[in-house]
């Protein structure tokens, strides 16, 4: 892809800008999900769910795109590897994340956010991997994203390295993810600052972009 247009640190350009809202699924985030036990009480001591809805919902009415993705796994597998103690455990427990499954649909509180043509599906814990969101924001002009999601170590720190190896402006929001303990978030956190452009609260993030 070209070079970005604004380097990271010099503000945001709204006009070059979407939001990866990457695995706010059931399965993710409520109790009765797959991940539930390990990341069902987290989420909801952290307060993730509302700050992040707010978020997007101000990036909508800015005019931004708002991509969700969602882990799913189709009865012929997709393009599922079992490749990662991960990847395996999801594979055991695939008919839990068939795309009409109710541990696949995103949680009510973001129901309402998802776009006809921008929820996209895939089997890799990358948001970015084998579902054509990065050809999308090639070709919509997109060179900087901003992600929200859970986990904070999982699909986040995946997205966003991989957002930057692809070329990629990508600034994690530290107050709309969460992982199964403050340590790892943190943790995750450091690294992203390094292998990112920077995170940035929400706050910062809508003052960026003006």
């Keep these: 892809m070209a070079a970005p247009a604004t380097p990271p640190g010099h ?3 709204p006009r070059r800008t979407a939001i990866l809202a990457l695995h706010w699924q059931v399965n993710v985030i409520e109790p009765e999900g797959f991940f539930g036990p390990m990341l069902a009480t ?3 001591e952290s307060g ?3 700050r992040a809805v707010r978020f997007h919902d101000a990036i909508r009415a800015a005019g931004l795109p708002l991509i969700f993705t969602r882990f799913t796994v189709p009865e012929d597998e997709g393009q599922l590897i079992r490749n990662t103690g991960f990847m395996t455990a999801v594979g055991a427990a695939q008919e839990s994340f068939r795309p009409d ?3 696949a649909a995103l949680i009510d509180a973001m129901a309402h956010q998802a776009e006809p043509g921008l929820v996209f599906d895939n089997q890799r814990l990358s948001g970015l991997a084998a579902n054509g ?3 999308w924001l090639t ?6 994203v901003l992600v929200t999601g859970v986990a ?3 699909t986040v720190e995946q997205t966003a390295r991989h957002g930057t190896d692809l070329g990629f402006i990508v600034h994690p929001i530290i107050d709309c993810m969460a992982a199964p303990t403050p340590e790892v978030h943190a943790a995750s956190l450091a690294n992203l600052d390094l292998t990112t452009a920077g995170c940035l609260s929400a706050e910062e993030a809508l003052a960026l972009l003006g």
């Design 48 to 50: 993730v769910v509302d």
């Design 11 to 13: 503000g945001i350009d």
């Design 152 to 154: 904070t170590n999982l």
């Design 42 to 44: 987290p989420v909801a």
């Design 133 to 135: 969101v990065a050809a």
């Design 139 to 144: 070709e919509h002009g997109i060179d900087t």
């Design 101 to 103: 499954s109710s541990g």
